[in-house]
Nanobody, 129 residues
């Protein structure tokens, strides 16, 4: 059983930074694609960032490009989301997701929630204006 546990959420002022962490269990982490999604109240869950299992490619939503950075430490079975220049509209519950991807899956797959097999419980990010 693979478990994903997010941490690092909290309250931050607009313009500030946070780093989210997602610790995973299981021996297959290094072979998993990993991603972050978020969901604000009364809104659908949306893609934020993703990374291929080998780190060869990263993908970002346009709304966070240039401000957020996804990274992974396979030795620690952990994926991170560094969030800079936070805006009130970034406030949401942030979810870590992971799982195997077909080697031929293109970028669209990495932005699609249903392509990820494992999910964390989420961590709240609040941005004050």
């Amino acid at each position: 059983q693979v478990q994903l546990v997010e941490s690092g959420g909290g309250l931050v002022q607009a313009g500030g930074s946070l780093t989210l962490s997602c610790a995973t269990s299981g021996r297959s982490f290094s072979r998993y694609a990993m991603a972050w999604f978020r969901q604000a109240p009364a809104k659908k869950r949306e893609f934020v960032a993703a990374m291929r299992w080998d780190g060869s490619s990263t993908y970002y939503a346009d709304s966070v490009k240039g401000r957020f950075t996804i990274s992974r430490d396979n030795a620690k079975n952990t994926v991170y989301l560094r969030m800079n220049s936070l805006k009130p509209e970034d406030a949401a519950v942030y979810y870590c997701a992971g799982g195997p991807m077909d080697p031929f899956d293109g970028s669209v797959s990495y932005t699609t929630a249903t392509k990820f097999r494992y999910w964390g419980q989420g961590t709240q990010v609040t941005v004050s204006s």
